[in-house]
Every structure is written in structure tokens, then in C-alpha cells.
């Protein structure tokens, strides 16, 4: 099975051998799906730039402890799940130096163009939100979302199911 | 009949318009739950925000290409184009005249390159074949005639229990439409090789 971004597995083999710029290349290929994945588990851009280059910059750290068991795309975005669900559980407050005459609300870039399912997204766990993410807007398959998620297919399929149920209620206006 | 809630998310998910209308029609104490699932799985997938186009390497400098004035290229080009001219002109050996032998009716034709011709071999698709169903569920031949072409089959509840005993040719349009038409029920191919199967109405199969 092959998630269909990861192409480059030259370029994976040249960047663990200390190829920078394979490194680079092969980081910007995937920037934009990592980045997606990320907008939608935290369903803020600005955010979400932030913790993707976060999830980037640690991948080319820790590239020598990818085994090749997985392919590089299920590792990035198995490594950017578990990092933007974290981020969003983490307490909310930040502090941001303001002037006194900008200290009102800031209004948060939300990715989603439809507001109703934006909405209805916000009620529902981050790491709900992350496997409908990977299969409605990444379109992976459930054997890849296990795999991502490090689950079976069964309970991958259960998460799945659960999710969309839940998100179908709530985009209804019913209870989650 | 309650459906399945998978089998209705794999058909809000993947089906045609077409083939969910029909299984409306074949459900009709069903369409509120097949139209809720499909409203929230489309507004799922057109909720997807546009992704950000790979650009250059991280960390690339980008490189500005400075235009040469055109006299350092129009200069050398045309002093090269001159040098070629006179050396051909002043080395080249001149052309020998062509002769052409007058045809005579009895010299031996030269060995003439054989070039192949097409020719009509005959050759046609593979010939079609005669499946013999005996004794096979409706289902099981359905699911036997897609695997023949590496296609899958989702059936909705209610196909007829029937035992099929038929012979079907290949070269018919698909085997498995005729099945359809003999058995009632209507099959959707979904493009990425599986093959909704929805069962006709009770009020059209006794028509």
C-alpha cells in the first residue's frame, strides 16, 4: 500500500544519508497535506501554520529514528496528528503583548469556508476531528488510517463510523 | 427494513445521485436517514479548504537571472554563422550530377527494400465466452461475474433469494445487466471498480 504524496522515497533515503537539500525538498513536498491535516484538527490558520512547521522541523530532527516500517507520509502524518491534538488539548491561554488600543478580540482564521460545518467540527473531539480530516479531505483509505492512527482496521473503521455520526448530528443541529 | 448504517455511508459517500435515488425509491422509510448521511458526508468533502501549492525548497535562494545585453549574443552568433558559410563554401566538394538510368523492360529490378504491408489478419477481440451458472445464489453470480473483471460488488439488502441457472455470453453488452434485467435488479458501476447492486421495487418486478 502507498499513500500517493510519497513518491520521494529517493529523496528519503538522500536525506538520512545528510542531503539537505533532499531534506528540504522532500519537508516542502508534504508541507501542504501536513498542513491540512493540521488546519482541520485545530480548525485555526494561524495555529496551524505554527504547529506544522513545529511538526516539520522536529521530522528533520528525528529523521534517523524513521525504521522504513511505515512510509514516510504515514510517519509525517502520524507525527502531526498526535502533535496538533496535543496543541489543541494544551490550555488555551497565551499570552500576546498587545497595545491597549488593539486588546479586543482577535478574530481567529478559521480554514473551513462552510460555517456550519466548521461549527459543527468544533464540537467534536480533535482527534475526531483528525480521522475525519484524513479520510473526507486527505482521502485515505481505512487500511491508511489505521495505520496513521497505529490501530487495526476494525477500530479504525469504529473511529471513523463514530465520528461522522457524531459530526452528522451536530451539522444537523442536534446534539453531539 | 432497517438498512445498515455503513452500507449507508458507503453509499452517501460513493454512490451517484442516480443510485440513490433508486434506493429511495426502493426505501422510501429510508430516504431521511440515506439523504441526512449524504448531506453531511458532501458537506464534509466540500468543506476542504484549498491546499497550499508546493513551492520552492525550503531554505532555496532564489536565483535572478540577469539579462545580458543583446549584442553579446546576436555578435558571436552571427560571427559564427559567417565562419560556417565560408567553410563550406570553400571546402565542400561539389555536388556530383544524378544520374538517372532510362528504364529498359528487360533489366533485373534492383533489390528493393521489402516493406512490410498491413494486412487484414482477421484478428478480433477474444472470442466470446458462455458462462454457465448452475445452482449459484443471485448474489454469489453477481459477485463471480464482477471478480471475472476485477470488480467488486456492494448489493443492498432485499436482492430476491433467487438460484440462478443461466447460460450468459460475454458478448453481450455486460453479463451482468442481462442478470439484471432477468432477476430485477439494477447495477451501478461507481468508477472505482466496485458495483453498487439495488434491488427493483416489488411493484416494478411484478409489472
Same mark, same amino acid.
Given at each position: 500500500m502507498t499513500i500517493s504524496f510519497d513518491a520521494a522515497e529517493d529523496l528519503v533515503s538522500r536525506a538520512r544519508a545528510g542531503d539537505r537539500d533532499s531534506l528540504d525538498r522532500l519537508l516542502e513536498l508534504n508541507r501542504p497535506r501536513i498542513l491540512l491535516l493540521v488546519k482541520g484538527v485545530l480548525l485555526d490558520v494561524e495555529e496551524a501554520e505554527d504547529v506544522t512547521q513545529d511538526v516539520l522541523a522536529n521530522a528533520a530532527r528525528k529523521l534517523d529514528t524513521f525504521d522504513g516500517r511505515a512510509s514516510f507520509a504515514t510517519w509525517l502524518y502520524r507525527m502531526a496528528l498526535n502533535r496538533a491534538i496535543s496543541h489543541r488539548r494544551a490550555p488555551r491561554f497565551r499570552f500576546r503583548w498587545l497595545d491597549l488600543d488593539h486588546a479586543q478580540s482577535i478574530p481567529t482564521q478559521v480554514p473551513v469556508t462552510d460555517l456550519d460545518v466548521a461549527d459543527a467540527l468544533s464540537e467534536l473531539s480533535p482527534a475526531e476531528r483528525g480521522v475525519l480530516v484524513l479520510h473526507y479531505w486527505e482521502e485515505l483509505s481505512l487500511e491508511e488510517i489505521a495505520q496513521v492512527l497505529g490501530i487495526r482496521l476494525s477500530a479504525a473503521k469504529m473511529r471513523l463510523h463514530r465520528a461522522r455520526e457524531r459530526f452528522r448530528r451536530v451539522y444537523e443541529g442536534g446534539t453531539p | 427494513m432497517k438498512l445498515d448504517d455503513e452500507? $449507508?455511508?458507503? &453509499?452517501?459517500?460513493?454512490?451517484?445521485?442516480?443510485?440513490?435515488?433508486?434506493?429511495?425509491?426502493?426505501?422510501?422509510?429510508?430516504?431521511?436517514?440515506?439523504?441526512?448521511?449524504?448531506?453531511?458526508?458532501?458537506?464534509?468533502?466540500?468543506?476542504?479548504?484549498?491546499?497550499?501549492?508546493?513551492?520552492?525548497?525550503?531554505?532555496?535562494?532564489?536565483?535572478?537571472?540577469?539579462?545580458?545585453?543583446?549584442?553579446?549574443? &546576436?555578435?558571436?552568433?552571427?560571427?559564427?554563422?559567417?565562419?560556417?558559410?565560408?567553410?563550406?563554401?570553400? !571546402?565542400?566538394?561539389?555536388?556530383?550530377?544524378?544520374? &538517372?538510368?532510362?528504364?529498359?523492360?528487360?533489366?533485373?529490378?534492383?533489390?528493393?527494400?521489402?516493406?512490410?504491408?498491413?494486412?487484414?489478419?482477421?484478428?478480433?477481440?477474444?472470442?466470446?465466452?458462455?458462462?454457465?451458472?448452475?445452482?449459484?445464489?443471485?448474489?454469489?453470480?453477481?459477485?463471480?461475474?464482477?471478480?471475472?473483471?476485477?470488480?467488486?460488488?456492494?448489493?443492498?439488502?432485499?436482492?430476491?433469494?433467487?438460484?440462478?441457472?443461466?447460460? $450468459?455470453?460475454?458478448?453481450?453488452?455486460?453479463? &451482468?445487466?442481462? $442478470?439484471?434485467?432477468?432477476?430485477? !435488479?439494477?447495477? !451501478?458501476?461507481?468508477?472505482?471498480?466496485?458495483?453498487?447492486?439495488?434491488?427493483?421495487?416489488?411493484?416494478?418486478?411484478?409489472?
Open positions: - | 452500507y $449507508l455511508w458507503a &453509499v452517501a459517500e460513493t454512490g451517484s445521485d442516480e443510485a440513490l435515488e433508486e434506493l429511495i425509491r426502493r426505501y422510501p422509510s429510508e430516504a431521511e436517514r440515506i439523504r441526512s448521511r449524504r448531506a453531511a458526508a458532501r458537506a464534509l468533502k466540500r468543506s476542504r479548504p484549498a491546499m497550499t501549492p508546493v513551492s520552492a525548497p525550503l531554505g532555496a535562494r532564489p536565483v535572478v537571472a540577469r539579462r545580458r545585453p543583446l549584442i553579446w549574443v &546576436v555578435g558571436p552568433a552571427a560571427a559564427l554563422g559567417i565562419a560556417i558559410a565560408l567553410s563550406v563554401w570553400r !571546402f565542400a566538394p561539389a555536388p556530383e550530377p544524378i544520374v &538517372v538510368p532510362a528504364p529498359t523492360p528487360d533489366a533485373p529490378r534492383p533489390n528493393l527494400p521489402v516493406v512490410a504491408q498491413r494486412t487484414d489478419t482477421g484478428l478480433k477481440g477474444p472470442p466470446p465466452e458462455t458462462i454457465h451458472l448452475r445452482g449459484a445464489k443471485l448474489g454469489d453470480a453477481i459477485r463471480l461475474l464482477l471478480a471475472r473483471e476485477g470488480r467488486t460488488a456492494e448489493i443492498a439488502p432485499g436482492l430476491p433469494e433467487a438460484v440462478v441457472a443461466e447460460d $450468459l455470453t460475454t458478448a453481450e453488452s455486460d453479463p &451482468v445487466d442481462a $442478470l439484471g434485467k432477468r432477476y430485477g !435488479f439494477t447495477a !451501478f458501476d461507481q468508477g472505482n471498480g466496485t458495483v453498487l447492486v439495488i434491488p427493483a421495487r416489488e411493484d416494478r418486478i411484478a409489472q
